[in-house]
RNA sequence: GCACCCGUAGCUCAAUGGAUAGAGCAUCGGUCUUCGGAACCGAGGGUUGCAGGUUCGAGUCCUGCCGGGUGUACCA
């Protein structure tokens, strides 16, 4: 099954096929810019490389494109891939591939349980920070996107090979913990650590509103309530008995809604703000050695390259304030230190909104000027907000925020009227009003560029036609049935050795389409954008139901031709499956 | 003030610097003896906010405007 030389991509033996054509053709290393067609009339692929050379060779780009197409001329050993090359307008070079290879390519694919997609070579180490969700607080509409961003670009580096580390950079440090515990201490609240509860949560996020209140309006009680983040800080027993109590209550939470989310964190991946307490003033030590550190009206700060603020002057990065204290820049560095000598990171993501790009650009910027990690890639992957009916960041109707819970409940509850009437067991239907409605709020997430702000929407995100999760595992749903069918009627399918064959435009379109499968995959790891994936996948379904359409399956004229619509059917399952499963989402096998 | 992000069809959104800017919804019109019609085919609908520039080629890159959002020293 995984011979590396059979299941190589179809892309990527055709980019080293122009790559050697180039070569000797222009005796020039090139990368061939090789693409799918922009337009089927154009062909299946096409590379745009001689437009590029052209002025670097003192060359007419025409010229160029016709000697790389010469020496794709049958016999130079592309041409068991390409049917016909030619050359188009300013430079382009079209490529039809010929239809044994395509058939070749997707047994290939069908064959290989990693669907042609290459392990990456070198796999790399990579942490990705996502989620962060605070202690004491219910998870709410805002820690949906990092959380299931994150997830999806987890599964899909991890399917790539590499070794992905998550890191849940979870908010359980800072003066709210003062301000709540000094509230819970003023109200007698008598926590018995060992208990969990689930109601707890919802008590605790309702008393830190009170309590931020009278913090704001009681003076008496925000100086007890200063003094309780000292208590904190200097591990008094009762502070830190009932800080761990919140601790407890809240994972407990949390977990709760990453079970309903299917997404793959859990308490292994905690890594705490407390967690760097330690080493913060070894943080604040390393910039002062590195003759960084300032002095700014009693607070230390560090002035990053390029960094203006107001009037012109070099913006400050705060990593201790004037009375002593902290912040979350020095807690971004010492865990950016942590991810780079004890986890030994190679790329470091981290998935929090745009809002927080500068913030990490600095810190970014200190890391480099530390040089703590020279060959250490850092990404921020910024991601706009989610907005109610009326365009504005999604409250409740009271103005209240959104709780993650109960906007999956109502997914759930919806997606349960879909299934309502069907003649299914009630156990599956709920089960699949499970799948559908939570794939649905994941996939109305990622299937948006995730730069964008986007309008949250049921109605649109729970459709069953357009770009939706309905419609993507409907298309499974639909692959599964014909499979159902080859089960009751006995006609018995092979499901390996089928040689594919191509016998209608539809079909070769489709598994054109199955083919760039790989290289969607690798885009989206380069690029950290899921949507890519989604949009991939739209287009499949789309593809299969022309397919569908046209193709009889199992009414097909001959055995043979039936034994390879089936394997192509089987193929797109996978497909459709994987890709939905990359992006965290699961399928049915009805609906 | 300065910095960053966004502006594409009536609506919601796509488009590694590539050819005639594409989908879904909505509107209108077709197909077929349902392998699940939750389908397929077609039509209308665009000065890609505006104006310059770079390039063989710009929705995409650069500059300046307009509009919206966000950030900008002791919260995270």
């Given at each position: 099954?995984?011979?590396?030389e059979?299941?190589?991509?179809l892309q ?10 180039i ?7 090139a ?25 670097a ?8 494109a ?12 592309a041409?068991?891939?390409i ?22 390519a997707a047994?290939d ?18 942490v ?10 219910e ?11 994150g ?13 992905v ?22 109200m007698?609240?008598?926590a ?8 707890v ?8 509103r009170q ?24 591990g ?19 977990n ?15 890594r ?9 003033a070894g ?17 230390r700060?560090?002035?990053p ?13 705060i990593?201790?304030?004037s009375?002593?204290?902290y ?6 560095l010492?865990a ?21 790009s ?17 060959d ?7 991601f ?8 504005k ?14 906007v999956?409940?109502q997914a759930v509850q ?23 409605g939570?794939g ?17 929407d ?9 770009n939706?999760a309905?419609?993507?595992?409907n298309a ?20 390996s050795g089928?040689?594919?064959k ?11 389409k ?9 885009a989206?790891?380069e690029?950290l ?14 593809g ?5 359409e ?8 001959d ?32 609906m």
């Open positions: 099954m995984n011979n590396p059979r299941s190589m991509s990527t033996q055709l980019d080293a096929a122009l790559r050697q054509a070569r000797s053709a222009l005796d020039r290393d990368d061939p810019l090789l693409a799918p067609a922009t337009n089927p009339k154009f062909g299946d692929y096409q590379a745009n490389a001689a437009m590029g050379l052209s002025k060779m003192g060359q007419k780009p025409r010229d160029l016709e000697k790389i197409v010469a020496a794709l001329a049958p016999g130079s050993g041409s068991a891939l049917a016909e090359a030619t050359l188009a307008g300013p430079g382009f070079i079209n490529l039809r591939l010929t239809d044994a290879a395509l058939a070749s047994s694919m069908l064959a290989d349980d990693r669907l042609s997609v290459a392990p990456a070579d070198p796999p790399q180490r990579i990705i920070d996502y989620s962060g969700p605070n202690v004491a607080k998870m709410h509409i805002g820690h949906l996107r990092s959380t299931i961003i997830d999806a670009l987890a599964r899909t580096l991890d399917y790539l090979g590499h070794t580390i998550r890191q849940n950079h979870l908010g359980d440090w800072g003066t709210q913990f003062g301000i709540l515990i000094e509230f819970l201490v003023d007698n609240w008598d018995d650590p060992k208990q969990l509860n689930h109601q949560i919802a008590d605790l996020d309702k008393f830190y309590a931020k209140q009278r913090f704001d309006s009681d003076g008496t009680f925000a100086a007890a309530a200063r003094r309780r983040v000292v208590h904190l800080q200097s008094d027993s009762r502070t830190l008995g009932l800080w761990k109590y919140l601790i407890k209550n809240s994972l407990l939470h949390f709760t809604i990453y079970m309903r989310l299917g997404v793959l964190l859990n308490d292994g991946d905690i705490s703000e407390s967690s760097y307490n330690a080493s913060l943080v604040v030590e390393a910039l002062n050695h590195a003759g960084l550190l300032k002095v700014s009206d009693g607070a700060v560090v002035y390259d390029g960094f203006k603020g107001k009037d012109g002057e070099p913006m400050p990065m990593v201790r304030k009375d002593g204290g912040l979350y820049a020095t807690t971004d010492a950016a230190r942590y991810r780079i000598e004890q986890l030994h990171a190679q790329r470091v993501i981290y998935v929090t909104d745009s809002r927080q500068q913030h990490f650009a600095m810190v970014f910027q200190v890391i480099k000027q530390l040089q703590w990690g020279d250490v890639r850092f990404d921020h992957v910024p706009g907000t989610i907005l109610g009916p009326d365009r960041p999604f409250k409740t109707r009271s103005g209240g925020t959104v709780k993650l819970s109960e999956l409940d919806r997606a349960s009227r879909v299934v309502a009437d069907r003649d299914l067991d009630e156990k599956d239907k709920q089960r699949i009003a499970q799948v559908i939570i649905s709020v994941k996939y109305a997430d990622l299937s948006n560029d995730r730069i964008k702000d986007y309008v949250f049921y109605d649109r995100m729970l459709a069953l036609e357009g939706t309905p419609y993507l595992i499974y749903v639909r692959i599964q049935s014909i499979f159902r069918k080859v089960e009751e009627s006995g006609i018995g399918c092979r499901v089928v040689g594919l191509i016998t209608d435009e539809a079909e070769r379109s489709l598994v054109l199955l083919l760039q499968f790989p290289g969607v995959v690798n989206v790891a690029s954008e899921p949507h890519r994936l989604c949009t991939y996948l739209y287009e499949l379904a789309g299969y139901h022309q397919f569908y046209r193709c009889q399956v199992l009414k097909a004229d055995a043979a031709t039936r034994d390879s619509r089936l394997a192509l059917c089987r193929l797109v399952a996978r497909t459709l499956q994987k890709g939905l499963k990359l992006l965290g989402i699961e399928t049915v096998d009805r």
